[in-house]
């Protein structure tokens, strides 16, 4: 069982910058995969970013690429999403996402982003 905690949200203006942070605990030894989902009101959940746990290796979202990167710390357990150059369609419920190597997948509660004047 992997619980992740989530933080950094929060409002800010187009152009503007966010980071968000997620950690993880419990059974971390498993973790393939850590990354970013988001879901803006009457919208499904999006994966945003992700990252591999043990070589690094990243995948975007068409949308975000170039304006987005996710990095993480294997020391403090924690993955990173630095969130430049944002957008009011950047506005969601962004969520911390685990995958196991045996593919079970654990949530974080959702921290909100809202890109507005």
């Known amino acids: 069982q992997v619980q992740l905690v989530e933080s950094g949200g929060g409002l800010v203006q187009p152009g503007g910058s966010l980071r968000l942070s997620c950690a993880a605990s419990g059974s971390i030894f498993s973790l393939n995969y850590m990354g970013w989902y988001r879901q803006a009101p009457g919208k499904q959940r999006e994966l945003v970013a992700r990252?591999?746990?043990?070589?690094?290796?990243?995948n975007y979202a068409d949308s975000v690429k170039g304006r987005f990167t996710i990095t993480r710390d294997n020391a403090k357990n924690t993955v990173y999403l630095q969130m430049n150059s944002l957008k009011p369609e950047d506005t969601a419920v962004y969520y911390c996402?685990?995958?196991?190597?045996?593919?079970?997948?654990?949530w974080g509660q959702g921290t909100q982003v809202t890109v507005s004047t």
């Open positions: 996402n685990a995958l196991t190597w045996d593919l079970k997948a654990s």
């Open positions: 990252i591999t746990t043990r070589a690094g290796d990243t």
